[in-house]
């Protein structure tokens, strides 16, 4: 399964994850069957509130999970239609955390109720 994590840094499996998935300065990719785990930049970080697409590329890498502490209902919605699950990694300080919280089955699917309705939410 290929999961992506919202990242204010890139250190690796250290890195800290981002409150705010479509701002994120980078995302990691990591594949839960092989171990693979690799760090891009997010092009689009600097966007309009509200018109992030990393949906849009995501579905072109064959991307299943989203894991977040935080993400708007738009980008939510987004990504589920376009069949990707998004989850919440229960405020996981490091990447590392977060796919260990994903890969024990502890994260749940996201609700309309649990995204962020703003930038002030955590």
């Known amino acids: 399964m290929r999961v992506v994590i919202p990242l204010d840094e ?3 499996h250290t890195s800290k ?12 990719v990591s ?3 092989t171990g693979a785990f690799e760090i891009t930049a997010n092009g689009d970080s600097q966007h309009d509130h509200g018109q992030c697409t990393p949906a849009d590329v995501f579905t072109g890498m ?3 999970a989203v894991i977040c502490n935080g993400i708007g209902a738009r980008a939510a919605s987004r990504l589920q239609m ?6 919440m990694a229960g405020l996981a300080p490091t ?3 977060a796919l260990k919280r994903f890969n024990s089955g502890a994260l749940t699917k996201v609700t309309g109720q649990q995204t962020c309705q703003g930038h002030d939410c955590h």
Not at 17 to 28: I, R
Not at 82 to 87: A, D, K
């Open 95 to 97: 990447a590392e955390e």
């Open 17 to 28: 994850v981002c409150d705010h998935f479509g701002s994120a300065p980078f995302f990691a």
């Open 62 to 64: 064959g991307v299943d």
């Open 10 to 12: 890139n250190a690796g």
């Open 82 to 87: 376009s069949g990707i699950g998004v989850y």
């Open 31 to 33: 594949d839960t069957e």
